[in-house]
């Protein structure tokens, strides 16, 4: 007999979907790998050791309860997720009393795909049901795992995007099994000259082929979300797509191909500055036109830019620090729900957070 979801599961995984896409709500990406955390130290003078990033992520997660009026939930690192404050209480836990969902990263990273020009796959299915199972008993309820497709002369290939379709429909089939609601993200990386409407057109390729394969893997799609790149053009390009224009594409391209079944859309940021990053997702949520979803954010680099900057690394700094995290978090959520007016400035605020051939 085939092995699906209980009704109870079901049930558990559309639940803990729709409480993370709450209305004015989004997520808290802080799942950067040891190494990328250590190029967001390195600016500051930290060095990358565990007890810095602990602290780095006590600052971050021990604020204003107000917080959890923004963000829905955090998604950890494993290092992160079993690390604990000054008193000895885990991380998760402060999270969860104050009503934020605890979520970890299940990916091992980005890995050479073999046979083609400079494409990669993603690498974590091993053992992947177990520690689903083990995240799960220690509190997560949801998993997050990231297959990166360059656009560039023939790319993404056939081949490229087959294989980021069918790996994100076995991560996300396992975390389902294991409880975790799986957050799907096959990200059209930003690098390169082309416009908006190649990029467009590769989001559409993409999207289509990933639910293409999660509907061959019988992934139950209201328990899941998707954490998609804004559809943007590139970040070499000479013309710059406006707001409107990017909202235009994106929406268009969702609604070809993401099922009404899913609840939610959590777009990455992908680079954009912090401010860039507010503005668009209003302008999505301001499009006109059907939108069955909800259309929120789950930022790493552009909800901490300026978290990260303002604590410098000093304890005085962390009220000031923690202030700035939740007035991102704010305009964001204001964003969600097409409500931002623009404005909400930090250190960091319109400064490009673009990495290239960024591996985490």
Known sequence: MPQYLSSDKEKELMETAQQLMAKGKGLLAADESTGSIGKRLQPIGLENNEENRRLYRQMLFTGSKDLANSISGVIFFHETFYQE?????????????????????????????AGTDGENTTQGLDGLGERCAQYYKDGARFAKWRCALKIGDGLPSELGIRETA????RYASI??????????????LPEGDHDLETCQLVTEKVLAQTYKSLSEHHVFLEGTLLKPNMVTSGFDCK?????????????TALQRTVPVAVPGICFLSGGQSEEEASINL??????????PWALTFSYGRALQASVLT???GKAEN??????????RAQANGAAAKGEYKGGVSGSAGKESLFEANRNY
């Open 85 to 113: 404050d000054d008193n000895g209480k885990p991380f998760r836990q402060t999270l969860k009393e104050k009503g934020i969902i605890p979520g970890i990263k299940v990916d091992k990273g980005l890995v050479l795909l």
């Open 166 to 169: 069918n790996v994100l429909a």
């Open 175 to 188: 975390c389902q099994q294991n409880g975790l609601v799986p957050i799907v993200e096959p990200e059209i």
């Open 239 to 251: 013309k710059k797509a406006t707001p409107e224009e990017v909202a235009r594409a994106t929406v």
């Open 282 to 291: 209003n302008a999505i949520n301001q499009y006109p036109g059907k939108k």
């Open 310 to 312: 303002t604590w410098a």
């Open 318 to 327: 962390n009220s000031s620090a923690q202030e700035q995290l939740l007035k």
